[in-house]
C-alpha cells in the first residue's frame, strides 16, 4: 500500500511515517517546506521519499497527489496556533491551510477514489455541558477561528468523499514538536508555583499511539466519524500537571517534586482569558472504534510513562 501523509514536520505525521515504515507500506511524506526539517531522531521517517506540498495551492496539490497516486492520504498538516488564529491578520491563512487546504486534497482523492483520513477536533462542538460528544453527532457550534475551520475542513472532506475517516482527537502530544507536557516541563524548571486550569475537562492523545490507530482504519474500509484520544478516563490540565510531574519525579527528576514545586487549581476565569474560547468539555466518546473492530489506544497514563522516557527532560 502507497500512502501520502501531509504535515510530517510536525507531532502526529511524523509518527504516522514511522509507523507506516514498521508495517512496510511505501509512505511518501510532505510539508511546505523543500525538504524534511523535523527532528533527525534516526528513525525511518527521516529516510523514507519527501515531497514539498502547499497544501494551500491547488495546482500543487493536483500536481503531487496526482503524481504519487497513492492508495490512501493522512492528512495531518493544520494550522494549530488557536490563539494566534484570532488575530485579524492570520484569520483568512487559517481557513486557507485548514479549510481550502482540506478541499483541495479531497478534490484529489476523489479523482484517484484514494482513502483520506482527516484529523480533526473536539472545537468543533461548543464544549458545553458533561456529556461525552458523540462522533455522528452534527451539532456544530465551534466557539473560536480555529475550531470554525477544522469544521469547514470536515464538511469538505465527508460531502465530496465516500472513503473517508474524519478522526477527531484532542490534547496531542508527541516527540517532534511543542505540547502541553513539554511546556509544562520547561516552565516547572524556572519556576516554584503553577496555576493550571481545573474546570476544561478531556483526554491526552499521543501521537505514537493514534498514529497506529490511523494506519489500522486505512487497512479497512470501515469509513466514517470517529473520536480517538487516549483510554484512562477524562480528566483536566490540573489533574495533567500533577501526573505529569510525578511521573517525572518517578522517573528520577526530582527537581518536579512537590517539595519545590506547587501547582495550583484555579477556574479558567481565574486563570484569566485567552485570545480564543477554550471548550470546558473536551469529552469525546470512544465507543465507536471498539464497535467496528479498531484497539482502542492505551490509557494516557500509560503513554505518559512511556514519552517521559523517550523524552530528554535536562535538555528541555
Request: net charge negative.
Amino acid at each position: 500500500m502507497k500512502v501520502l501523509v501531509t504535515g510530517v514536520a510536525g507531532q502526529l505525521g511524523h509518527d504516522v511515517m514511522n509507523e507506516l515504515a514498521k508495517r512496510g507500506y511505501e509512505g511518501i511524506g510532505s510539508d511546505i517546506a523543500e525538504s524534511y526539517n523535523g527532528i533527525q531522531d534516526g528513525t525511518p521517517v527521516v529516510s523514507m521519499p519527501y515531497v514539498q506540498m502547499d497544501i494551500t495551492d491547488k495546482a500543487s496539490v493536483e500536481k503531487v497527489l496526482t503524481e504519487v497516486n497513492a492508495d490512501a492520504v493522512i492528512h495531518c498538516a493544520a494550522w494549530t496556533a488557536v490563539d494566534l488564529a484570532e488575530d485579524e491578520d492570520k484569520k483568512d491563512k487559517v481557513h486557507a491551510v485548514n479549510a481550502e487546504g482540506t478541499k483541495n486534497i479531497a478534490e484529489v482523492c476523489k479523482k484517484l477514489d484514494s482513502k483520506m483520513v482527516y484529523t480533526s477536533t473536539d472545537y468543533v462542538f461548543n464544549g458545553q455541558g458533561e456529556e461525552p460528544w458523540q462522533p455522528d453527532c452534527k451539532d456544530y457550534q465551534p466557539l473560536n477561528v480555529y475550531g470554525q475551520s477544522k469544521l469547514d475542513g470536515e464538511l469538505a472532506v465527508s460531502e465530496m468523499l465516500d472513503k473517508y475517516f474524519i478522526v477527531r482527537i484532542a490534547w496531542v502530544f508527541g516527540k517532534n514538536g511543542n505540547n502541553f507536557i513539554k511546556t509544562m516541563l520547561k516552565v516547572g524548571k524556572n519556576h516554584d508555583k503553577l496555576r493550571v486550569v481545573n474546570d476544561q475537562i478531556g483526554t491526552p492523545t499521543y501521537t505514537f499511539d493514534l498514529a497506529r490507530l490511523l494506519v489500522d482504519m486505512i487497512e479497512t474500509d470501515k469509513y466514517g466519524y470517529y473520536h480517538a484520544t487516549n483510554e484512562g478516563g477524562y480528566i483536566s490540565w490540573y489533574d495533567f500537571t500533577k501526573e505529569i510531574f510525578r511521573q517525572a519525579v518517578e522517573q528520577g527528576h526530582t527537581e518536579y517534586g512537590e517539595d519545590r514545586i506547587t501547582v495550583d487549581s484555579v477556574t479558567t476565569a481565574e486563570y484569566g482569558v485567552s485570545k480564543a474560547a477554550r471548550p470546558f468539555n473536551s469529552r469525546l466518546d470512544k465507543k465507536k472504534l471498539v464497535e467496528n473492530g479498531f484497539t482502542p489506544l492505551p490509557t494516557w497514563q500509560d503513554a505518559l510513562e512511556r514519552y517521559l522516557k523517550e523524552l530528554n527532560i535536562d535538555e528541555l
